[in-house]
């Protein structure tokens, strides 16, 4: 079946730790994406892919990073400069930048 | 400059209708409607797209004026299943089909 996985579901980590959030895809889409969810918000744009090799900073960057050395993986660390790292992050692909995006079922990152 | 979506929220009895809208201060190139049920992911449901063309599910209908960069989509005869938030999202014309998502409106099904 095709479609995009992320792991883990949950994740814990202690304030100053990175941490790494996987997203692999089977859709053969070239175009991938990591948004942040917060409690009752919209999703937020952290981080956009459109070829292998290439991204660009989302609406709220400061604090991750991403890296697109495969068509299939999208992984983003969320580093200790992240003021408040707690939050559901979400990662989606598509075709391209303009068609509908297809979402993972997300991570739930909880910072102690 | 993110979409405002109204309202905010909206209860609904099985089988009334309903209308989400979502504006935009600047020129839009397409409207992107996605539906979300409590912790879970976002599912498509359409895009709308400058000059008339839509994809999306056979079920769902909406509308986009291009002219007041709005766009409207019409949930009628509701059923239990509609319940969760729905988000429009949006790609302004001359940007890198960078999508920007709205708050949400929440959409409560009752029998």
């Known amino acids: 079946d095709g479609g995009i996985t992320q792991s883990p579901k949950y994740l814990f980590r202690k304030e100053g730790q990175n941490v790494t959030l996987s997203c692999e895809q089977n859709l053969n889409h070239d175009a991938m994406y990591w948004y942040r969810q917060d409690p009752g918000q919209g999703l937020r744009l952290i981080y956009y892919?459109?070829?292998?090799?290439?991204?660009q900073k989302g609406d709220i960057a400061e604090g991750y990073s991403v890296s697109r050395e495969k068509k299939e993986s999208f992984p983003l660390t969320v580093t200790s400069a992240q003021k408040n790292p707690t939050a559901f992050y979400l990662c989606?692909?598509?075709?391209?930048?303009?068609?509908?995006?297809?979402f993972g079922p997300g991570t739930r990152l909880t910072v102690l | 400059q993110q979409p405002v979506q109204s309202p905010q929220a909206v209860i609904l009895r099985e089988g009334e209708d309903a209308v989400i809208n979502c504006s935009s201060s600047k020129a839009l190139y397409s409207v992107h409607w996605y539906r979300q049920k409590h912790g879970e992911a976002p599912v498509f449901l359409m895009i709308l797209l400058k000059g008339g063309e839509q994809k999306g599910h056979e079920k769902i209908s909406a509308s986009f004026n291009e002219k007041k960069q709005q766009s409207s989509l019409y949930l009628t005869a509701s059923q239990l299943s509609y319940s969760g938030t729905y988000f429009c999202g949006t790609i302004h014309t001359g940007t890198a089909s960078k999508l920007t998502f709205g708050t949400g409106t929440r959409l409560q099904v009752t029998l």
């Open positions: 892919s459109q070829i292998v090799n290439d991204f």
């Open positions: 989606a692909s598509s075709t391209t930048g303009y068609n509908e995006q297809f």
